[in-house]
């Protein structure tokens, strides 16, 4: 080829990786806030095989990965510092797809309707946006419910 050919050449390959590097910087600056989940699953608790709503999960079919989890916040209230906690009570997987377990609570029943639903349990599918919904177990009940969020344009 001519001393033209091989500019040509370097000219799509520089604007091959240019475009590429235009990419990744796009994803990264557009992606949602939040935390690493990976960062976040490295610390929770070993899970416990003698808990009951694990050995239930598993006899459901379900491999439980992770125990319980407690992400600590940080409020701002008009300069005045606020704390609370949010519990993962365990992160399980079926068929590939991984699930946050929230357990049924005596002294916190759930409201089956979509904006109880909503308030006890979005918070979960937005926080793990990689976990296909959110599994509420009550071993006493025998039940399993899977929740999953969809949000329309």
Same mark, same amino acid.
């Given at each position: $080829?001519?001393?033209?050919?091989? +500019?040509?050449? $370097?000219?799509?390959?520089? !604007?091959? #990786?240019?475009? +590429?590097?235009?990419?990744?910087?796009?994803? +990264?600056?557009?992606?949602?806030?939040?935390?690493?989940?990976?960062?976040?699953? !490295?610390?929770?608790?070993?899970?416990?095989?003698?808990?009951? /709503?694990?050995?239930?999960?598993?006899? /459901?079919?379900?491999?439980? /990965?992770?125990?319980?989890?407690? #992400?600590? #916040?940080?409020?701002?209230?008009?300069?005045?510092?606020?704390?609370?906690?949010?519990?993962?009570?365990?992160?399980?997987?079926?068929?590939?797809?991984?699930?946050?377990?929230?357990?049924?609570?005596?002294? $916190?029943?759930?409201? +089956?309707?979509? !904006?109880?639903?909503?308030?006890?349990?979005?918070?979960?599918?937005?926080?793990?946006?990689?976990?296909?919904?959110?599994?509420?177990?009550?071993?006493? !009940?025998?039940? #399993?419910?899977?929740?999953?969020?969809?949000?329309?344009?």
């Amino acid at each position: $080829m001519g001393k033209y050919g091989d +500019w040509l050449i $370097m000219l799509v390959a520089g !604007s091959i #990786i240019v475009y +590429w590097l235009y990419r990744l910087f796009y994803r +990264w600056l557009h992606e949602p806030p939040g935390v690493n989940s990976k960062l976040l699953l !490295s610390r929770a608790e070993d899970v416990d095989e003698r808990d009951d /709503n694990v050995r239930f999960l598993e006899r /459901n079919g379900y491999e439980v /990965n992770y125990g319980k989890y407690r #992400i600590p #916040i940080t409020i701002d209230l008009d300069g005045e510092q606020l704390y609370s906690r949010l519990f993962i009570d365990m992160i399980a997987e079926r068929d590939g797809k991984y699930y946050v377990v929230k357990t049924a609570r005596e002294r $916190m029943p759930i409201e +089956w309707t979509g !904006s109880g639903l909503r308030d006890r349990l979005l918070i979960y599918a937005l926080l793990m946006p990689e976990c296909e919904g959110v599994l509420f177990v009550d071993q006493k !009940s025998n039940l #399993i419910k899977t929740v999953t969020f969809h949000f329309s344009d």
